[in-house]
């Protein structure tokens, strides 16, 4: 215990000269740091230089938060349309007409078939729709997702079960916070934090963001982007939908779905060379490529209708057959609107519409309040500790004292690396570490106290004290970690920012409580041999 190797030493000693270094940026501003790495001589390789800082917090630094739910009644109409499409293709493929056509149900559809023998040939086709409802946990449920009824009349009813309904529901609140993720992180918006609330809602925090305006227009809009023809006239199987073109007149346009936006890959603002318009210039996959080149060899003359959520924002004509899998869209845009119109379909199509139900926006002198009193708590509580455990433990007390502020700069440091986001929770569980990386010196020393007055030499002594206290300290902090641990994976935003410095807390722990502790009472010894201990 009183020998420790030049190597053991050097490297404590650099781990913590790193760590300390790595949290040294977290004191500066973005510009600060930006005009130090460009003060540099240009043969000085930066790569050196840390440059990655703790980001505040929503409640530390201001910026907006907003609860968007999915519109239920939004995406039972788009499970039901999903179902005709369905329906339609069975019809098809069981070559059998519905009388009528099909009609939309809020949850579903219903057709009728007056012929028996057709209706027989088309049940088991429409039944197979029906699948069982699995859950990510449990699995397979028993329920299934389609209630399939057949009526004496003819008639044929289709709709989605309450356990259907929630389970599609889950799955389009887990695919709507990716889409959500990509259109925010597009704006440049940094560590938003985007989780779900419930069973239906998504709460989106953006620190630093004050004007939520175009942020709010980016989340609501739906982006479901689909490329139809213009019908000639309002009979048969069409929707009447509000045309640009037409000065918001409702236009007749073919349900059938030519290509849509799940097929793009790239969508980019632009200007039209002719007239000089803001349009959005698109690019196809290799499937809608042939699917759009297709539909528009088929259909040359004819006006293609581009429907962005339900609307038809132009209805060029077709003159030609388009077979390179790239096109425009245009729709007297602004710069502003052909810019986000890009970015919503790049991101994707949300499942169902966002409806916004809270937004709450946090100024920058509330953060800058909550960062002072975090900063008062702190340093009320490190001056507390420090000068109980001098005066309890003498020059002991000191070395526990330099452990803890160099275990304070660790977290900094991996909170830097990690560009983690520190909150209001997240001071509060520095503080909270502050104690439980004390509380580690406190067995030592106490241990040591123990074995000098059972006889023991002061080497022997110090020797055992470290030996002995080292399995309860990791007993302690094992069960601190797991607690850590279940709070990180169940807990909310702020309980999650808690769990995070409070895992990183444990983790330093060893390293300054235990190592550079241990290593300082060495070096102590074999520098002045004393006869007693101080404590």
């Known amino acids: 215990m009183l020998r420790i190797s030049t190597t053991k030493a050097v490297a404590t000693l650099a781990v913590i000269l790193v760590g300390l270094m790595l949290a040294v940026p977290s004191f500066f ?46 995406l039972g109409r788009t499970m039901a349309q999903g179902l005709r499409d369905d329906v339609r293709q069975a019809l098809r493929e069981s070559g059998v007409q519905a009388d009528g056509g099909i009609q939309l149900q809020p949850r579903g559809v219903q057709l009728r078939v007056g012929d028996a023998a057709n209706r027989a040939k088309v049940m088991p086709k429409l039944q197979a729709l029906s699948q069982p409802v699995t859950d990510a946990t449990l699995g397979q449920t028993g329920a299934r997702t389609l209630d399939v009824r057949e009526e004496p009349n003819g008639l044929i009813q289709l709709a989605y079960t309450d356990a259907g309904f929630n389970a599609r529901t889950r799955r389009a609140v887990q695919q709507a916070i990716e889409v959500v993720r990509r259109r925010i992180d597009v704006t440049g918006t940094t560590e938003p934090s985007i989780q779900q609330q419930g069973t239906d809602r998504i709460l989106v925090q953006l620190p630093g963001v004050q004007d939520p305006q175009r942020i709010e227009t980016l989340l609501q809009g739906t982006a479901k982007l689909e490329f139809r023809l213009l019908a000639d006239s309002p009979a048969g199987d069409v929707d009447m939908l509000v045309s640009k073109d037409a000065n918001g007149q409702k236009v007749p346009v073919e349900r059938r779905v030519l290509a849509d936006g799940s097929d793009l890959t790239d969508a980019q603002p632009g200007f039209d060379s002719k007239s000089n318009e803001p349009i959005v210039n698109f690019k196809f996959n290799l499937r809608g490529a042939q699917r759009f080149g297709q539909a528009t060899s088929e259909n040359v003359g004819r006006a293609l209708a581009i429907v962005l959520d339900n609307e038809v924002v132009s209805a060029p004509r077709i003159l030609q057959p388009i077979t390179g899998g790239q096109g425009q869209i245009s729709g007297r845009f602004t710069v502003q609107q052909a810019n986000d119109l890009s970015i919503l379909l790049r991101a994707g199509a949300l499942p169902a519409k966002l409806t916004i139900i809270e937004r709450r926006t946090v100024g920058p002198g509330l953060g800058r309040d909550s960062i002072e009193a975090g900063k008062h708590a702190t340093i009320v509580a490190t001056i507390l500790v420090v000068v109980l455990m001098f005066a309890a433990y003498g020059v002991f007390g000191l070395f526990a004292n330099i452990a803890l502020l160099v275990h304070v700069g660790l977290i900094l440091g991996l909170m830097s690396v990690l560009e983690a986001t520190m909150t209001l929770p997240g001071i509060a569980g520095i503080v909270l570490t502050i104690g439980t990386a004390v509380d580690s010196n406190v067995l030592i020393y106490e241990r040591v106290r123990e074995e000098v007055r059972a006889g023991r030499s002061i080497p022997s ?3 055992a004290g470290f030996d002995r206290a080292f399995a309860t ?14 709070l990180f994976f169940l807990g909310s935003g702020p309980v999650k920012g808690f769990a995070v410095v409070f895992i990183l807390g444990i983790l330093t722990t060893v390293i300054t409580a235990v190592t550079l502790t241990r290593m300082m009472i060495a070096l102590w010894y074999q520098r002045l041999r004393p006869k007693t201990l101080p404590i």
């Not at 069960?479 to 641990?485: G, K, W």
């Open 473 to 486: 300290i990791v007993d302690s902090n094992s069960t601190m970690a797991i607690a850590a641990v279940i």
């Open 461 to 463: 002594a110090l020797q």
């Open 29 to 74: 501003t973005a510009d600060q740091r930006s005009g130090f790495i460009k003060s540099l001589p240009p043969w000085f390789p930066t790569w050196i230089v840390p440059t990655r800082a703790i980001v505040l917090g929503l409640d530390l630094q201001g910026g907006s938060q907003i609860v968007l739910e999915v519109d239920r009644n939004d």
